[in-house]
T-cell receptor, first 115, second 114 residues
Framework: AQKVTQAQTEISVVEKEDVTLDCVYE???????LFWYKQPPSGELVFLIR??????QNEISGRYSWNFQKSTSSFNFTITASQVVDSAVYFC????????????FGTGTRLQVTL | NAGVTQTPKFQVLKTGQSMTLQCAQD?????MSWYRQDPGMGLRLIHY???????DQGEVPNGYNVSRSTTEDFPLRLLSAAPSQTSVYFC?????????????FGPGTRLTVL
């Protein structure tokens, strides 16, 4: 069965600090997809990134970067120079190929960025 | 495009009452699903559909029914509401059924069962 673990329940940082959100996953499939979503205080879920299991290339998008390592089954998310607007709950999720369905979420990490 | 829409945004029920949470998408997505979000538990899949007329159970289906008569609509029915069903409910849709595409989420329905 697939599983996603976000061990960090809550993280507090001061603005401009860098912060890394950890995500560890379990799956028996060789083909799968990993996702990160952001849930700001307003409550909606915002898609951030998708990565497939054959693409271990790290990605940078502005202040956001993602580090995917199959060897450790991890897909970590780093925010550089955090801002107050980054305050949200961040979810990591896993979807196996062909399931067409079961997006398994981690329990989320609440990030609080203060001035 | 409106994306994924959900109604109502808020609902209070008494134990034993039934109701339907509405979900619609205008992106012609094949795949649709319902999740519930509870504190400390992330989102858990209730039911999903890979196309009109096809539905299946997710991780926590008990107490809920779904149907999919059209591509656009995927209502979630609570048969006899219980306090344990107090939660925030999200509907989502995605293009294709292979699992590779991101899901688009509706704004959520906050349900309280007294």
């Amino acid at each position: 069965a697939q599983k996603v673990t976000q061990a960090q329940t809550e993280i507090s940082v001061v603005e401009k600090e860098d912060v890394t959100l950890d995500c560890v996953y379990e799956t028996r499939d060789t083909t799968y997809y990993l996702f990160w979503y952001k849930q700001p205080p307003s409550g909606e879920l915002v898609f951030l990134i998708r990565r497939n299991s054959f693409d271990e290339q790290n990605e940078i998008s502005g202040r956001y970067s993602w580090n995917f390592q199959k060897s450790t089954s991890s897909f970590n998310f780093t925010i550089t120079a955090s801002q107050v607007v980054d305050s949200a709950v961040y979810f990591c999720a896993l979807r196996e190929i062909g399931t067409a369905s079961k997006l398994t979420f981690g329990t989320g990490t609440r990030l609080q960025v203060t001035l | 495009n409106a994306g994924v829409t959900q109604t109502p945004k808020f609902q209070v029920l008494k134990t034993g009452q039934s109701m339907t949470l509405q979900c619609a998408q205008d992106m012609n997505h094949e795949y649709m699903s319902w999740y519930r979000q509870d504190p400390g538990m992330g989102l858990r899949l209730i039911h999903y559909s890979v196309g009109a007329g096809i539905t299946d159970q997710g991780e926590v289906p008990n107490g809920y029914n779904v149907s999919r008569s059209t591509t656009e609509d995927f209502p979630l029915r609570l048969l006899s509401a219980a306090p344990s069903q107090t939660s925030v409910y999200f509907c989502a849709s995605s293009y294709g059924t292979s699992g590779m595409n991101e899901q688009f989420f509706g704004p959520g329905t906050r349900l309280t069962v007294l």
